[in-house]
């Protein structure tokens, strides 16, 4: 078993006991978000740090702020 640690730029997201290495370009799911694994680090005998690009979240509440400024 390996420890994976993964880190969104260097804020960190998840830690999580793992039997598979994620490699580069990979795409995951953590938390519910897409991402794409940037870099894996090893840094100690079962110890990965696994760094991770996340897909931009769009804002849809932009919308529904139109409505609120017409008149009744």
């Known amino acids: ?24 370009n990979e795409n995951v ?10 870099n894996v680090q090893e840094m100690g005998e079962n110890r990965y740090f696994v760094f991770v690009e996340f897909e931009k979240i769009v804002d849809k509440s932009i919308p529904a702020m139109k409505n609120l400024k017409k008149k009744k």
């Open 1 to 24: 078993m390996y420890s994976i640690h993964f880190y969104e730029s260097k804020t960190y997201v998840l830690n999580k006991a793992s039997r598979i290495i994620p490699s580069v």
């Open 29 to 38: 799911r953590i938390k519910g978000r897409n991402g794409k694994v940037i």
